[in-house]
């Protein structure tokens, strides 16, 4: 008898190791999570365009474009998470769902912000990837192919926003730089000159209200 009661606790302890290991594993992806699920990765890659095409070189720093990029993911993102407290944690805390249950529910707001900024065509790729057949709706794939899928689609529209910002830069640049030619200014560098004039058009067009309405105004 004394040994049964033995195997049950050990099995107990067991158990209670292995839930600290998932709990650890969850925390440790929480982050990836949240970058790859939410709008965080259009965010920070555009930002980071516009500090490239300014030319500023590391100003703004890395923690404001970091800073600002969450705050404008945690606005893009608060009808979604409205929808998960909601329809799935409210419910688990209260005791209506359990864990899994809650779980099932919590993916359907999250799939339905990312099926509608994906393309067909990248959902497509990671479908054939994986070898399954596509199913009747989009919402019945799972994370491990929605989130692929969104990442690269996300990537691809950041780029392109990304490309339309530099153009004008671009402009100010060449513009500078053939005048020091023509001025026989060989020594001087064009950056050094075009920087100031930049700075000053992107101040007079308002360019960070113009930046970050249409990052959010991408996700509407």
């Given at each position: 008898m004394e040994n049964l009661v033995d195997v049950?606790?050990?099995?107990?302890?067991s158990s209670e190791v292995i839930d600290l290991y998932l709990l650890l594993l969850l925390i440790a992806l929480i982050p990836s999570?949240?970058?790859l699920t939410t709008s965080f990765t259009r965010m920070i890659v555009v930002l980071s365009f516009t500090r490239n095409a300014l030319g500023t070189q590391q100003t703004p720093p890395n923690q404001v474009l970091i800073g600002l990029a969450l705050f404008l993911s945690l606005f893009v993102m608060r009808?979604?998470?409205?929808?998960?407290n909601e329809v799935a944690l409210?419910?688990?805390?209260e005791g209506d769902l359990s864990r899994e249950e809650a779980f099932i529910e919590a993916e359907k707001p999250i799939k339905d912000f990312m099926i509608n900024q994906t393309r067909t065509s990248d959902i497509e790729l990671f479908v054939d990837l994986s070898g399954e057949d596509y199913p009747e709706t989009p919402q019945d794939l799972p994370l491990t192919t929605i989130i692929p899928a969104f990442s690269i689609s996300e990537l691809r529209t950041a780029f392109t926003i990304g490309f339309l910002i530099f153009i004008p830069f671009l402009v100010i640049d060449i513009v500078v730089a053939s005048i020091l030619m023509s001025m026989g200014m060989f020594m001087l560098s064009p950056v050094m000159i075009s920087l100031p004039f930049k700075l000053l058009l992107f101040v007079m067009v308002d360019g960070w209200y113009l930046v970050v309405e249409s990052l959010v105004s991408s996700f509407y």
């Open positions: 049950f606790s050990n099995a107990g302890e999570f949240l970058v009808p979604v998470y409205e929808d998960v409210t419910p688990m805390l």
